[in-house]
Antibody, heavy 118, light 107 residues
Framework: QVQLVQSGAEVKKPGASVKVSCKAS????????MHWVRQAPGQGLEWMGI????????SYAQKLQGRVTMTRDTSTSTVYMELSSLRSEDTAVYYC???????????WGQGTLVTVSS | DIQMTQSPSSLSASVGDRVTITCRAS??????LAWYQQKPGKVPKLLIY???TLQSGVPSRFSGSGSGTDFTLTISSLQPEDVATYYC?????????FGGGTKVEIK
């Protein structure tokens, strides 16, 4: 079955970087876009950006430009999201989610909690 | 950027009630609109895509309508297991913005 499995929880200090992975299985990795969405504690969903696993092209939310980098490894069907210069406001659960065409985001990864604290 | 505005932000209704949530886009997005359900502590779940297409496995009491700028999610008969926060999302182009969410509770 289609599955997205994310890496485990992280605790980082302000100013550090974090890299979260999302390993896909059960479908052709390069045929679907992958998005990253985050959710701060008690808050709504925030779209972070998209990567096309086929060619590696990306598009990021304007507020994260310069701090976020999304990459992929086609040999392992894994996408990565790296966020740098972390601040307390980046504390959130980070999700990857698959998408193509007219369909919505389905499925989603299980989420990765990133805590930024001194 | 196109903004997505949901209303109400929360509602309380009785079991069996018909519940309607609205989502308005600040510019036209055709039918590139999805609805998600998120239960407390859980991963968001796709309910409806292309404004009105029910995702496989989703109960038929859920329905979506609309096109352009105004969209609606309807629960025809609210059930206890429908307690959740519901989000709309535009996905025609980046940024693929979510609405602020509507928290649904049982009265």
């Amino acid at each position: 079955q289609v599955q997205l499995v994310q890496s485990g929880a992280e605790v980082k200090k302000p100013g550090a970087s974090v890299k979260v992975s999302c390993k896909a299985s059960g479908y052709t990795f390069t045929s679907y876009y992958m998005h990253w969405v985050r959710q701060a504690p008690g808050q709504g969903l925030e779209w972070m950006g998209i990567i096309n696993p086929s060619g590696g092209s990306t598009s990021y939310a304007q507020k994260l430009q310069g701090r976020v980098t999304m990459t992929r490894d086609t040999s392992t069907s894994t996408v990565y999201m790296e966020l740098s210069s972390l601040r307390s406001e980046d504390t959130a659960v980070y999700y990857c989610a698959r998408h193509i065409g007219d369909d919505g985001y389905n499925p989603w990864g299980q989420g990765t909690l990133v805590t930024v604290s001194s | 950027d196109i903004q997505m505005t949901q209303s109400p932000s929360s509602l309380s209704a009785s079991v069996g009630d018909r519940v309607t949530i609205t989502c308005r886009a600040s510019q036209g997005i055709s039918n590139y609109l999805a609805w998600y359900q998120q239960k407390p502590g859980k991963v968001p779940k796709l309910l409806i895509y292309a404004a009105s297409t029910l995702q496989s496995g989703v109960p038929s009491r859920f329905s979506g309508s609309g096109s352009g700028t105004d969209f609606t999610l309807t629960i025809s008969s609210l059930q206890p297991e429908d307690v959740a926060t519901y989000y709309c999302q535009k996905y025609n182009s980046a940024p693929q913005t979510f609405g602020g969410g509507t928290k649904v509770e049982i009265k």
